[in-house]
């Protein structure tokens, strides 16, 4: 016996039929046990919990410090142990909340080892349980953005057919990445996909955890790990390379030249910076297509970094893939600093403007003068829209589909005239007549998801 520090660790691994694709080889859910062996015996000297999930979540092995034990539980988890089909992170993370010691506020990681298809009603009430518990989650995706058909085997183990929905097409199982990046920042973790995966880098990203006084297990030796802080070094002397292209009101706020990102490894951490000069090199020269590829390649890597999400809105803006570009920016929003909160907001409302939508760039502009009320490019474009809005509103009916095509054609012009200070109460009101209109239609689009997932069992 002996007492050292460590961290309850609770693995949750995905035994849902899905797990069987085989877009990651030799499969999904063999791979990720592989992977999932290495982690355990590199956590030796911390206590480690395995539950299985599907549709429900089953505790397999609760914390222990003794590591054979874990990784003999985890071997047997599949598909044909899993009795209720389908994935429920919010269950997942509610049994493998019960492992933990609720009197405790730190020192607890899960990491979450799944293809990132969600199909439960409640996650978004459960990870706000697990914030309240002090659980950090670190979703790891053993799957593709592309996918992959989801086999099924007869009784003798032999393919006989790939699964089907209920109009007879094959199903193609994708990976979720935005709602795992999502869970992710909501509970201080960090997300990995499979192809910047390792034992060692996740355990640097635990080694981050506060830790406890354990007791019993083996003695382990702790490694050096100075590698990290030289490479950080380096990158902080790197990161004022990225190009800016603020040169108007309605054009992109420029490139974050960020490329600190904590818990990396000294490779994937030279990787991502490489593929970023590389990307700002490219954008400086317009070469948009060639510049989102980089990023792209970049966020493979490092996928939940904010910094790679806005250059990659940034080139979509370029290229005329809006909503695209939204969808980046929205990821950005997720960042701490609220400087750069407010430069995300701020390109999402030249992006929805682009793509003729007056009412949603309002909002964005207004959301971006209340985080940084000093931005005159923001607001300039705030009151151009407003003006076009209001124009809209009193043309008459009949003409209004004729102006909707006007609007999405004209190239909007500054008013750099009117400079008076729009004060936060004015942007607040502004804000929250547009919100309405917004909560009806998450409300309608949460129903009709909901109703989709109903039919998914795998």
Known sequence: MYKGKGIDVVIALDGSKSMLAEDVKPNRLDRAKTELAALIDALAGNVVGITAFAGESYVMCPLTPDMDAAKLFLDIISPDMMPVPGTDFGKAIDVAMSLFNPKE???????????????????????QRAVENGIRIFPVAFSTPEGAPIPEYDENGNLSEYKRDKDGQIIMSRMNERQLILLARA????????????????????????????????????????????????????????PSNRRGSWLPRGLFALLVISGLTGVAQADVGGLMRKGNGLYSRQKFEDALEAYQQAEVLEPDATAIHYNLGNALYRLGRFQEAVSEMELVLTDKDQKRRADAMYNMGNAVFKAGQLEPAIKAYT???????????????????????????????????????????QQPQPQPQQQQQMSPDQAERVLQ????????????????DQERKVEKDW
């Open 433 to 448: 007549a547009l919100e309405g209109k917004e909560k009806e239609e998450q409300e309608k689009a949460h129903q009709a």
């Open 367 to 409: 959301a971006a003068l209340m985080m940084n009320p000093g931005d005159m490019d923001a607001k300039q474009n705030l009151e151009f829209c407003l003006k076009k809005l209001e124009e809209q509103q009193n043309q008459p009916q009949s003409d209004s589909s004729q102006q909707d095509q006007q609007q999405q054609q």
């Open 187 to 242: 509970t201080d973790g960090r997300f990995l996909r499979v192809e910047g995966f390792s034992a060692e880098r996740l355990i640097g990203l635990l080694d981050e955890i506060r830790k406890k006084d354990i007791g019993g297990g083996a003695f382990t030796d702790y490694v050096e790990r100075y590698q990290l802080f030289l490479m950080i070094a380096l990158v902080l002397f790197l990161a004022a390379l990225g």
């Open 105 to 127: 506020r730190t020192h607890k990681a899960l990491v979450m080892v799944t293809d990132g298809e969600d199909m439960g009603q409640n996650t978004t009430q459960a990870v």
